[in-house]
């Protein structure tokens, strides 16, 4: 095996992080039962927010970037993965403490690592990566927790992002009238292309005046932004209606109250995609290669090459970024 290219993301003296392609010995390989050529990755926010410095992700310097990668089994001291296997490796600490899916090769331990399966191809995987993950994840639980489409409505906030518009996408295949909640009004004809039945702006909606309990509109939601918009959506909820929290777009914080709880009997389930293990992760993989396999998925993703990388993280920063963005580095 020879050196090969990747994405390092190290901190100067000034503890300031950044991301440079660079070449790399087969020994800087991390430990791990798998050692995989890797085909594809994609940028995430978390990705660019390490990539970048502008969150405290990185646990530890140097680290190849990129919290998902799909290829190709070259080694294997497991007895589960053999040469030639097609397979997705995605969060637990990849790309902040452990080298990630910007490289050409990845050595990873094989507790991270998931068949690919049946109906996707390493380019679909990487496409959905952790946002797919994490949206089916969502929609998984809910379902779990009693959520049907003949409930009602589900809303979905911060609607233009990856795992937003994936969560559309699949929500709407299942049958559900889904409503995009966003602050992009130039998106309306992207989000009902998605499957969007209905669109609703951030602008229409007073946050700020937001009563303990509102008129009761959601069976379900999906919601990608945190603070406000979180306590608005709890407010909102109908009766037993269930909430997957997903992201803080918007903010970490929430100030609610127990009212839709213990009046509504509303459910607010936490979805930890980094860390969720065996059977679950295997589960919400083979949906995503069946039921839940977006309809758009080919619409809403982009492609760039591992040279183009560099260059890719500040739209992430700045909001300019919708859909998925696969990044193309050994096929």
């Known amino acids: 095996m020879d050196a090969f290219k990747a994405y390092l993301i190290t901190q100067d003296e000034n503890r300031k992080a950044g991301g440079a392609l660079t070449t790399l010995a087969p020994a800087a390989l991390d430990a791990g039962e798998v050692l995989i050529r890797v085909h594809y990755s994609s940028i995430n926010y978390k990705d660019a927010l390490a990539a970048t410095g502008t969150g405290k992700i990185i646990r530890r310097f140097p680290c190849v970037g990129g919290i998902d990668m799909s290829g190709e089994v070259v080694e294997s001291a497991d007895a589960r993965f053999t040469v030639g296997d097609k397979v997705i490796a995605t969060s637990f600490d990849l790309g902040v403490a452990h080298h990630g899916g910007y490289a050409e090769y990845a050595r990873v331990p094989a507790a991270w690592v998931v068949p690919l399966p049946a109906g996707l191809d390493l380019f679909e995987a990487m496409a959905l990566g952790t946002a797919g993950f ?152 083979d949906r995503l290669a069946g039921d839940l396999k977006p309809q758009h998925l080919a619409e809403v993703t982009r492609v760039i090459d591992l040279d183009e990388l560099p260059g890719a993280f500040g739209a992430f920063i700045e909001g300019r970024v919708k859909g998925r963005t696969v990044v193309r580095v050994g096929a």
């Open 134 to 285: 994490t949206a089916a994840l969502g929609v998984v639980r809910m379902e779990d927790n009693g959520l049907k489409p003949a409930n009602g409505p589900v809303i979905v906030t911060g609607a233009t992002g990856g795992v937003g518009g994936l969560a559309i996408d699949m929500l709407a295949r299942l049958g559900y009238h889904v409503v995009a909640l966003t602050g992009k009004a130039a998106e309306r004809e992207y989000l009902t292309g998605l499957g969007a039945a209905e669109i609703l702006l951030r602008s229409d909606v007073d946050f700020d005046k937001t009563r303990p309990l509102e008129a009761a509109q959601w069976a379900g939601a999906v919601d990608n932004v945190g603070g406000q918009v979180l306590h608005w959506v709890l407010a909102t909820m109908k009766q037993a209606g269930t909430v997957a929290s997903i992201g803080n777009a918007a903010s970490f914080n929430i100030n609610t109250t127990v009212f839709p709880f213990i009046l509504r009997g509303v459910s607010l389930l936490g979805i930890d995609s980094g860390y969720m293990g065996f059977p679950t992760r295997q589960r919400v993989w």
